[in-house]
Nanobody, 128 residues
């Protein structure tokens, strides 16, 4: 059974940090592009970061560039999103998702493109 499970969310103060984890089961994460997405109340889902299956290149939304780092640990079949200098506008439910087709992360920001597998999400709340 293919499954993604996120964890690591929580309540943090402005300027704090968190590391989100995304554990995959039922498939080998190394073969997939991994995206992190978030959705804040009343807003559309947005692509935050992506690591490609092609060559592990990483990509970031402008709003998080320099503060977030995406990584994968293949032996643990786990992906991470490490977030520093968190701001109240980072408050959202964060989702990890994987896809075999988007090998170069060209689609993770496309709102009309749906990644194959999704986790259930983890809430991140940043207080001011």
């Amino acid at each position: 059974q293919v499954q993604l499970v996120e964890s690591g969310g929580g309540l943090v103060q402005f300027g704090g940090s968190l590391r989100l984890s995304c554990v995959a089961s039922g498939f080998i994460l190394d073969y997939y592009t991994i995206g992190w997405f978030r959705q804040a109340p009343g807003k559309e889902r947005e692509g935050v970061s992506c690591i490609s299956s092609r060559d592990d290149s990483t990509y970031y939304a402008d709003s998080v560039k320099g503060r977030f780092t995406i990584s994968r640990h293949n032996h643990r079949n786990t992906a991470y999103l490490t977030m520093f200098i968190l701001k109240p506008e980072d408050t959202a439910v964060y989702y990890c998702a994987t896809d075999r087709r988007d090998s170069d992360c060209s689609k993770y920001k496309d709102p009309d493109y749906e990644y194959e597998y999704w986790g259930q999400g983890t809430q991140v709340t940043v207080s001011s």
